[in-house]
C-alpha cells in the first residue's frame, strides 16, 4: 500500500482493509457452519448460521460507514479512490454471500435433520469444499494483494459451474424417478444454487481485487461452465 503525507490516511485504509478481511472470515466461518450442517444433518448447526448472519451485516454496515466518512473527510483520488471503491463493492459481494448461506440453512432447517438421500451427501460435499476454497483464495489474494491468485480464483468459476449442473442432474434423476422426493429434492436443488451464486460473489471478488491490483478491468467474458439448472 502507497505511503501518504497524512499518516492517519494510511491507518484509515489499513482499517478498511482489516475489516474487510474479518468480514470475509466471518463468512466462511458461516458457509463452513453450512455445509457442516449439511453434511450432518444438524438443524441446531443450522439454526446457529441463521443467527450469526446479524453480524456481517454489521461488519458490512460498519464498512459503508467508514466508506463514506473516507470521501467526505479524505476525498481521494487515483489509486485511493480506487481501492476504496472497490473494497466497498467487496464488502457487498461478501455480505450477499452470508445472505445465501443463510438461506441455504433455512432450507435445512425447513426440510429437518434426516438424509432422505444419502446418496447426494458426496456431491454436495465436493461443490461445498470448491466454493469454500474459491472464497478462502479470494481474500488471501486481496490480503496479499496477490493479482495471480484472483486470477485463479476468476478461471476456477466455470469448475462451480460443472459441479453445479452434475448436481442438478443427480437431484432431477431422484425426483423422476420417485415423484416422493420432489419436495425434498427442489430444495436441495435452491440450496446447491446458493452454493454455486457463493462461488459467482467469489469471482467478482476477484474482479475487484485485480482492478485494485492493476487498475485495469478484465476485458475478456467470464468463463462459465454448461449450465440448464435454469434457476
Known amino acids: 500500500m502507497p505511503q501518504h503525507t497524512v499518516a492517519s490516511f494510511d491507518q484509515d485504509l489499513k482499517k478498511l482493509s482489516g475489516l474487510v478481511i474479518d468480514m ?10 453450512t455445509l457442516s450442517a449439511m453434511r450432518k444433518h444438524d438443524v441446531t448447526v443450522a439454526e446457529s448460521v441463521i443467527g450469526g448472519d446479524a453480524r456481517i451485516d454489521a461488519q458490512c454496515a460498519e464498512i459503508e460507514s467508514l466508506v463514506v466518512s473516507f470521501i467526505a473527510k479524505r476525498q ?4 485511493d479512490l ?5 473494497t466497498l463493492k467487496i464488502s457487498t459481494d461478501l455480505e450477499r454471500a452470508g445472505d445465501l448461506a443463510k438461506s441455504t440453512a433455512k432450507r435445512l432447517v425447513t426440510i429437518g435433520g434426516d438424509a432422505k438421500l444419502s446418496g447426494v451427501a458426496a456431491s454436495f460435499s465436493t461443490l461445498g469444499e470448491r ?3 474459491q472464497l478462502a483464495n479470494v481474500m488471501t ?3 496479499n494483494r496477490d493479482d495471480k491468485l484472483a486470477l485463479e480464483v476468476w478461471a476456477g468459476d466455470v469448475d462451480i459451474d460443472m459441479l453445479h449442473t452434475s448436481l442438478f442432474r443427480e437431484l432431477l434423476t431422484y425426483m423422476m424417478e420417485d415423484p416422493r422426493h420432489i419436495g425434498y429434492c427442489a430444495h436441495l ?4 444454487k446458493n452454493l454455486e451464486r457463493i462461488g459467482d460473489h467469489a469471482t467478482n471478488i476477484a474482479e475487484s481485487v485485480h482492478y485494485i491490483i492493476t487498475g485495469q478491468l ?3 467474458e467470464r468463463p462459465k ?5 435454469g434457476i
Open 24 to 33: 470475509g472470515k466471518l463468512v466462511g466461518t458461516q458457509l463452513n457452519h
Open 82 to 86: 480506487r481501492e476504496i471503491i472497490s
Open 131 to 133: 466454493v469454500e476454497e
Open 225 to 229: 461452465g454448461q449450465s440448464d439448472s
Open 141 to 143: 489474494a486481496y490480503a
Open 76 to 79: 481521494p483520488v487515483a489509486i
Open 218 to 220: 478484465i476485458s475478456v
Open 189 to 192: 436443488m435452491f440450496c446447491a
